[in-house]
């Protein structure tokens, strides 16, 4: 039988010889198999590690940070929310529909192990050209996997954003993010305990699928797609969803110490993952795992990424209590192997030791491989696109053409047809929905309070500077969390690269971990969790970096939130914040000019803290009716979908005429309504504060919007702005309408 090289695996050779050297033998295929997964680079972040390690990870209420299934942060009154954003990147390029379902399922199983019920999803989708077959198929599978599970398994898709751009044409990218609830006495970490306790595989039969996911993940999307497939895990929501209740259930249980999600690498990783939290080994019993396809190898049962599995770690005595619940609940359970002292990952199938590896070697010995300095690396030959290869629209002449042309563009469009596919108000939660506000807006059930979260990317701002952009991202997520009257809390992040083995993308990768790190520093808020996606690149695109970042914050009192719509004839609607903007980076240079532009300066982060800070104060007094934050179109879009979200109007009757103003995008602006009695009191307020406030005009019954006596009806203004998405799937292009 010819040897078997385990380059083939994905391992490179300088690993390879480590790997030899260390273990002092040759090891043997399932050895090869586990080290495969563990050292990926997926598994391991042994590329990202080291930048990882700048960005904050402590402060006020963080109860878990990095490291664990999610991050966890204190809201008080003995609750605390979990959250965590995952990619499923690779996959979804494939198989659409079950790589962004078991994505959405994967996430929700990281909430899980932590004890935490799952109480929302939001996502953050990235697509090529939506005028062509390949991105309409990918956007319809992508967007009926998410619905399939969200709304299978119950928990809601509660918001979340859409992109479009050229370099994603062959590498989409699928970010989802997952929140739940858990009092802080229930919280549950990814351990093993002390040597003597056991290990139970609970939930649905192991198959062969989704067998080296993490190595399909850490490698280029290059080469015939059908031979990706079998590396596309299928999820079953239905299991998934008896696996929480079954987990909930089984947490009340004394004697539970542990339990992780068996996700990428399945029990070739979260096993040992889970002994190195403890300072212990583990000894399995392959021979023991429930199986869905008979005569499995043990080669194919520990690599297997079979969906809706947890491993739990238990103490002797209650195992047969944990096994009954989920057997009640129709799910496999077994005792599958026991936390041993000896500092070893050994596997056996019955009285066969299949793999027996030394833990440190196994979780740390990737960090022992030499990397080649920056400037060593291979400068690739795959390129990112800064120009608008596609079209290039001509631009209206009027202000009232051009607020109907931008809002036609897939960027700024109306998302009603994908959140529409979703069931957003299951749990009876979601006080704001997807599409309503400028993040979701979840209930804490018995209290005022609410948990308000989004997510953040633009392409656009990191491919003009990837440091300023990560800034800019970062800070608008919080000025979305801040326009709904809530406190920014903490970050989770999914950080899409290209090849990292090419020095472009390490230099864009270190550059946007800097911008994460001092604007999350500027806020004073921390990291808590995240995932790294490589690889995003084919012979001839890479993606540009595309950082996305998930924030969460806390609404002391909901009955203090401003609409996000215009509230009252006779209010006063103003610019809160800055009157200075960029072009560089906005859907307006895109779309006019096909080119991303520059920055025309860098974003002070303190001042927009500040002015952040300020507004927050004057939610809390009860001053602001409405607010909507500055983002994708500048002032003008945000004013038209402050008049669609409702029936009221605003009249305008002066525009000055820099488009830079109207148009231009950065963070730390926001649309704000006053009534007329409240407003001196809010101008002395801003006054005080230095923060810049700049009057913009009337609400008006009449449902128009008046633009310096252009007038626009609002019936009109929604046509243009649902119109695009069903176009796509029409045949027809409404930038062209």
């Not at 929700?108 to 935490?116: H, P, T």
């Not at 656009?460 to 919080?478: H, Q």
């Not at 009192?557 to 560089?584: C, H, I, K």
């Not at 609002?714 to 649902?722: G, I, P, S, T, V």
Request: aromatic letters at 8%; proline letters at 8%.
């Amino acid at each position: 039988m010819a040897k078997q090289n385990p380059e083939t695996l994905g391992l490179m050779p300088p690993e390879i010889q480590v790997i030899r050297q260390r273990m002092g033998r040759e090891p043997n295929w399932v050895e090869w198999g586990i080290f495969s997964l563990n050292w990926s680079e997926h598994c391991s972040y042994k590329t990202s590690k080291p930048f990882l390690k700048m960005l904050p990870r402590t402060g006020p209420g963080v109860v878990v940070g990095p490291g664990q299934n999610a991050g966890v942060i204190d809201l008080g009154n003995g609750w605390a929310v979990a959250f965590k954003v995952e990619s499923h990147n690779h996959p979804s390029a494939i198989e659409p529909f079950h790589g962004a379902a078991t994505g959405v399922g994967g996430i929700i199983r990281d909430i899980l192990s932590m004890g935490a019920r799952p109480i929302a999803l939001l996502d953050s989708l990235r697509f090529g050209d939506p005028y062509t077959w390949r991105t309409r198929w990918l956007l319809s599978g992508v967007v009926s996997g998410i619905g399939f599970y969200g709304n299978s398994i119950g928990v809601p898709t509660v918001g979340g954003e859409v992109r479009f751009g050229p370099d994603y044409q062959e590498n989409p990218l699928v970010n989802a993010m997952c929140i739940g609830l858990v009092r802080l006495e229930g919280l549950k970490q990814a351990v093993t305990g002390k040597p003597g306790n056991l290990l139970i595989l609970a939930g649905a039969p192991t198959g062969k699928d989704g067998i080296h996911g993490a190595t399909f993940a850490s490698i280029d999307l290059i080469g015939p797609e059908e031979e990706k497939r079998p590396n596309v895990q299928i999820g079953d929501p239905f299991y998934g969803k008896l696996l929480i209740e079954a987990t909930l259930e089984a947490l009340e249980i004394p004697g539970i110490v542990g339990l992780q999600d068996l996700g990428a690498g399945g029990l070739s990783t979260a096993p040992p993952e889970m002994a190195r939290r403890s300072g212990t080994g583990i000894e399995l019993d392959l021979s023991q795992v429930p199986l869905r396809t008979p005569q499995m190898t043990p080669y194919e049962i520990v690599l297997s990424e079979s969906q809706e599995r947890m491993v739990l770690a238990v103490q002797p005595g209650v195992e047969e209590q944990v096994l009954a619940v989920y057997r009640k609940w129709g799910l496999e359970a077994q005792v599958i192997g026991r936390v041993i002292e000896d500092p070893v990952y050994r596997v056996r199938f019955g009285k066969e030791v299949v793999a027996d590896l030394p833990m440190d070697l196994l979780l740390d010995g990737v960090d022992e491989v030499p990397q080649g300095p920056i400037g060593s690396l291979s400068t690739g030959s795959a390129t990112s696109t800064h120009t608008n290869p596609h079209r290039i629209t001509p631009q209206p002449s009027t202000w009232a053409d051009l607020l109907l042309d931008l809002l036609q563009d897939p960027d700024i469009a109306s998302k009603r047809w994908v959140y529409e596919q979703y069931d957003w108000s299951v749990q009876t939660r979601s006080v704001v929905g997807p599409g309503k506000g400028d993040g979701a807006v979840l209930w804490l059930k018995g209290t005022k309070q609410a948990v308000v979260a989004t997510m953040d990317g633009n392409w656009r701002w990191t491919s003009v500077s990837p440091y300023e952009g990560a800034v800019r991202i970062v800070l608008e997520a919080a000025c979305n969390l801040v326009a709904h009257g809530a406190k920014p809390l903490g970050i989770t992040d999914c950080l899409n690269f290209a090849n990292p083995q090419e020095a472009p993308t390490l230099q864009e990768f270190e550059q946007v971990i800097q911008g994460l790190r001092d604007a999350a520093l500027a806020l004073g808020i921390p990291v808590v969790s995240g995932n790294v996606s490589f690889y995003n690149q084919s012979e001839t695109r890479r993606i540009p970096p595309t950082p996305v970042v998930g924030m969460v914050g806390l609404l002391e009192d909901l009955e203090r939130m401003p609409q996000a719509n215009f509230a009252q004839p006779g209010n006063r609607v103003y610019l809160w914040g800055s009157p200075q903007a960029d072009l560089g980076g906005s859907v307006y240079q895109w779309r006019y000019q096909g080119t991303l532009g520059e920055f025309r300066k860098p974003i002070t982060k303190e001042e927009v803290v500040r002015i952040l800070h300020a507004l927050l104060e004057a939610i809390h007094r009860g001053w602001i009716r409405s607010a909507h934050d500055v983002s994708e179109g500048g002032i003008l879009v945000a004013i038209a979908e402050m008049a669609i979200q409702g029936s009221y109007g605003l009249e305008i009757p002066a525009m000055d005429p820099d488009p830079a103003f109207w148009l231009g995008e950065a963070p730390g602006r926001w649309i704000v309504e006053i009534s007329p009695r409240d407003a001196h009191l809010v101008e002395d307020f801003a006054r005080q504060r230095g923060v810049p406030l700049r009057f913009l005009g009337t609400v008006q019954a009449d449902p128009h919007l008046s633009l310096s006596g252009q007038t626009i009806s609002l019936d009109r203004l929604r046509d243009a702005y649902e119109r695009t998405f069903p176009g796509f799937f029409e045949g027809r292009d409404a930038s062209t309408q």
